[in-house]
């Protein structure tokens, strides 16, 4: 199983590149018969993310799926 606490701490964290890489994170360590369960509540999540200073975006976890 995936170590829920520490992937938790992550994705719920008030920073948004913390968030954001929690979510890359799930996506290369997690079995995907859990994936649905992680990413699901985030899907329409439209917080705004800019990844770099020339690259603005929002932050679609469906991207990292």
Excluded: N
């Excluded at 990413?39 to 800019?50: G, I, M, N, R, T």
């Amino acid at each position: 199983a995936t170590c829920s606490v520490e992937v938790s701490c992550l994705i719920f964290f008030y920073d948004r590149f913390v968030r954001a890489l929690g979510f890359v994170y799930l996506r290369f360590i997690c079995p995907p018969s859990e994936m649905w369960d992680w990413f699901s509540p985030y899907l329409d999540d439209e917080e705004e993310f800019q990844p770099s200073l020339k690259v603005p975006g929002k932050m679609y976890d469906r991207r990292v799926m």
